[in-house]
């Protein structure tokens, strides 16, 4: 236990040597001392903020062996010793010194050891930015392009920080101008300038150390926008459009009037105004020249300088002449407007207007309602018509005059010449006023005089009083007292104007009036329809008589379903198998060919030098008679005809030759049977009842309904049908 306590006690004894000896070192090491260790400082170099107070200690000083001093004061005016510390003797601004460093010697001991030292001022921001003007004026032309810088506007930090900057939106140039950055002041435009609409702009710019931080200085940059000569000329008076940036002339056009066949003399005069064009760009204000187009017939001409029409001869059309006018800069004809002047051609004007009256006279009962009509002089019923006449007219009424009156406060009149009130009208008081009527087409006018009356509601009345007498005779006396009653106005409801009941129509008036004569209108529609399906039925039945349409024949028999004449052949069909259907001059059909009645005359009887005029006659007349055949003639031949529809073979009745084999019946032409033989052809027709010389030849006619086709000739023979 002894030795071992004895071998710890040296063991501490070392560690705490080497401690002490350790923090000796360090305290060494963190200092800076001379050579010989005869004064020290706790850093260097040393650090001091600007803008300190007078006598602040910079650092304290160790001194071992003293005395201690600057060794040249001059260097450092600014710094001092004062016992064992140095300190600064004024205050010390960054931004005037030369150098951010100082440096100086301090002796210490004796004889001196020097130790080096350096003081380091270190810069505070204590300043902030700063334009250097407060106000610009600048010019910007208007056709500066966007999206391009234009200025750069910097702000002088004089502790060299960061400046950011901003502009105030509520100035009007921020909606022209934007900036680069925050940080950068490169002010850029960012929409079209437009010198007509925007001639000055201003932008207040912001200098601030930080990004949200309250503006440390601002700058106002006041802009000119500069007129550029971009815009074509514009016809007065001009109508402003604007679109996006820019404002757009809607060009003036021009109306006016000439007379048919006249010279107008001098210029023409034009509506709204004379022709007139100014530059577009009115601080540039180039000349402009005019042109006339469009002047088919040569009649007008144009002053180049001022724009004035004139005529050199009278138009021929009724027509209106539409002329182009033309605009230019004499600078740059390639900048030019058009507009059209349109010239109303009027025939000749002889008379002006002019009122029937030289003075009118009205009268109007007080306190009506605005808008009350205004009657003649002693009327209550008949309203006071204006009317001005143009003897130019057949009934002298001018369509295109128009009535004006004057003082228009309390009354108005319209294009039918009828005056109404305008306000709520005093008794007693009469009311001159001018009205004036004006040509619109010529601009001739003519003035006339109405005096207005207003009178009091007050109606005399007349009453008769009659007295019965007393006494025996009773006398009976008269007498009459006027008295003045007040007759209350019928004021119609607000809002409507006041019209005498007498000439007011109600809309159960006209009700009443047009339900009957809508129900008039369409029992004559009905009528109207009726007449014209009769009459177009009735031409119908016509058409069908004229076409034969009753009793027709069909397929050699009489039908009331077909209107054609119809004739087979069997036995020439027949002939036809064995000779070759070369000999045929009719081909074979498996529905029979089918002639009109007039038709098969006309085959049988071909026009002839030596024909017979009788047998044409009674061709025809065979042909009128067959479609007069009664009931129960069809029934016989309908009958007949069914038992022929039933033989399918059909032979023509043409032939060159003659036949005779029995039941044959054939037609053949005497040129090819004998050529100079006179042959003659006739049709008749015979009815039941009827007893002739044909008859005896065919007992079966009677059964064929009385038609019968007799051919003859000079031989005597002859073929019935």
């Known amino acids: 236990?002894?030795?071992?306590?004895?071998?710890?006690?040296?063991?501490?004894?070392?560690?705490?040597?080497?401690?002490?000896?350790?923090?000796?070192v360090t305290a060494v090491a963190n200092k800076h001392c001379s050579f010989d260790n005869?004064?020290?400082?706790?850093e260097n170099p040393m650090r001091v903020d600007e803008n300190n107070e007078a006598g602040a200690v910079i650092n304290s000083i160790t001194i071992n062996t003293p005395p201690i001093a600057i060794a040249d004061p001059s260097e450092v005016p600014d710094v001092a010793i004062n016992g064992s510390k140095l300190v600064l003797t004024k205050t010390i601004d960054y931004e005037n010194l030369t150098s951010p460093v100082l440096i100086f010697t301090l002796n210490c001991g004796d004889p001196p050891e020097p130790l080096p030292l350096i003081i380091e001022i270190h810069n505070v921001n204590d300043n902030p930015p700063k334009f250097p003007q407060k106000v610009l004026n600048y010019?910007?032309?208007?056709?500066?392009?966007?999206?391009?810088?234009?200025?750069?506007?910097?702000?002088?930090?004089?502790?060299?920080?960061?400046?950011?900057?901003?502009?105030?939106?509520?100035?009007?140039?921020?909606k022209y101008f934007k900036l680069q950055s925050d940080t950068s002041p490169e002010i850029i435009l960012q929409k079209p300038l437009d010198y007509e609409t925007t001639k000055s702009l201003q932008l207040i710019l912001h200098a601030m150390e930080t990004p949200a931080g309250p503006p440390n200085d601002t700058l106002t940059i006041n802009i000119n926008v500069l007129d550029e000569d971009?815009?074509?000329?514009?016809?007065?008076?001009?109508?402003?459009?604007?679109?996006?940036?820019?404002?757009?002339?809607?060009?003036?056009?021009?109306?006016?009037?000439?007379?048919?066949?006249?010279?107008?003399?001098?210029?023409l005069q034009l509506e709204p105004q004379q022709i007139q064009a100014v530059d577009g760009d009115k601080e540039i204000k180039a000349v402009i020249h005019y042109s006339l187009?469009?002047?088919?017939?040569?009649?007008?001409?144009?002053?180049?300088?001022?724009?004035?029409?004139?005529?050199i001869k009278p138009v021929t059309s009724q027509n209106p002449v539409v002329l182009t006018v033309m605009a230019y800069q004499e600078n740059d004809h390639y900048k030019y407007s058009m507009t059209t002047v349109t010239l109303n051609v009027l025939k000749e004007n002889k008379c002006p207007p002019q009122f029937t009256k030289a003075i009118y006279n009205g009268n109007i009962q007080e306190n009506l309602e605005p808008g009350s009509i205004v009657f003649e002089q002693s009327s209550s019923s008949k309203p006071l018509t204006i009317r001005a006449e143009d003897c130019d007219f057949p009934d002298k009424t001018n369509p295109s005059i128009k009535y004006k009156i004057t003082p228009s406060d309390d009354f108005t009149i319209n294009r039918d010449g009828f005056i109404f009130t305008k306000t709520k009208l005093i008794?007693?008081?009469?009311?001159?006023?001018?009205?004036?009527?004006?040509?619109?087409?010529?601009?001739?006018?003519?003035?006339?005089?109405?005096?207005?009356?207003?009178?009091?509601?007050?109606?005399?009345?007349?009453?008769?009083?009659?007295?019965?007498?007393?006494?025996?005779?009773r006398p009976v006396g008269t007498g009459t007292t006027t008295i003045s009653a007040k007759t209350p106005s019928k004021t119609p409801p607000t809002g409507s104007p006041a019209v005498n009941p007498r000439l007011k129509y109600e809309a159960k008036h006209m009700a009443a009036l047009g339900v009957p004569l809508a129900i008039l209108l369409i029992i004559c529609f009905i009528i109207i329809g009726i007449l014209l399906h009769k009459i177009h039925r009735g031409k119908i039945e016509w058409e069908k008589l004229q076409d034969g349409s009753v009793n027709k024949f069909s397929r050699g028999s009489i039908t009331s379903h077909s209107d054609k004449l119809q004739f087979e052949n069997e036995g020439y069909l027949e002939e036809a198998k064995s000779e070759g259907t070369k000999k045929s001059s009719w081909p074979r059909w498996k529905t029979p060919p089918i002639f009109e009645s007039a038709g098969l005359a006309t085959i049988l009887d071909p026009p002839m030098e030596n024909s017979n005029p009788t047998g044409s006659s009674e061709i025809q007349s065979a042909t009128m008679s067959q479609s007069y055949s009664t009931d129960q003639e069809n029934d016989k031949v309908q009958h007949s005809s069914e038992e022929i529809e039933n033989d399918t073979e059909v032979k023509s009745i043409l032939t060159k030759e003659r036949k005779s084999d029995e039941g044959y019946k054939a037609v053949w032409f005497k040129e090819d049977i004998e050529p100079e033989a006179n042959e003659e052809h006739v049709i008749e027709r015979h009815d039941d009842g009827?007893?002739?010389?044909?008859?005896?030849?065919?007992?079966?006619?009677?059964?064929?309904?009385?038609?019968?086709?007799?051919?003859?000739?000079?031989?005597?023979?002859?073929i019935t049908l």
């Open 1 to 24: 236990m002894d030795s071992s306590r004895m071998f710890c006690g040296p063991c501490t004894l070392l560690f705490v040597l080497f401690v002490v000896f350790q923090i000796n």
């Open 38 to 42: 005869a004064c020290c400082v706790s």
């Open 139 to 174: 010019n910007i032309s208007e056709l500066f392009p966007v999206n391009t810088v234009w200025v750069k506007e910097t702000a002088s930090d004089p502790d060299e920080e960061q400046v950011y900057y901003s502009l105030d939106p509520n100035t009007n140039g921020t």
């Open 230 to 267: 971009n815009k074509p000329p514009e016809f007065e008076p001009c109508s402003e459009v604007y679109a996006f940036t820019a404002s757009i002339c809607l060009n003036a056009v021009y109306m006016g009037n000439i007379t048919l066949g006249e010279t107008e003399t001098g210029p």
């Open 293 to 311: 187009g469009n002047d088919h017939e040569k009649s007008f001409k144009i002053d180049q300088n001022t724009g004035e029409i004139t005529m």
């Open 427 to 473: 008794a007693s008081r009469l009311y001159a006023l001018l009205i004036t009527a004006t040509d619109d087409e010529h601009g001739q006018t003519a003035t006339t005089t109405v005096k207005v009356q207003v009178t009091s509601n007050d109606v005399p009345i007349t009453v008769t009083t009659i007295t019965q007498g007393t006494g025996p005779t």
């Open 690 to 718: 009827e007893e002739g010389e044909e008859s005896d030849l065919d007992p079966d006619n009677r059964n064929k309904g009385g038609l019968m086709l007799k051919l003859k000739s000079d031989d005597e023979y002859s």
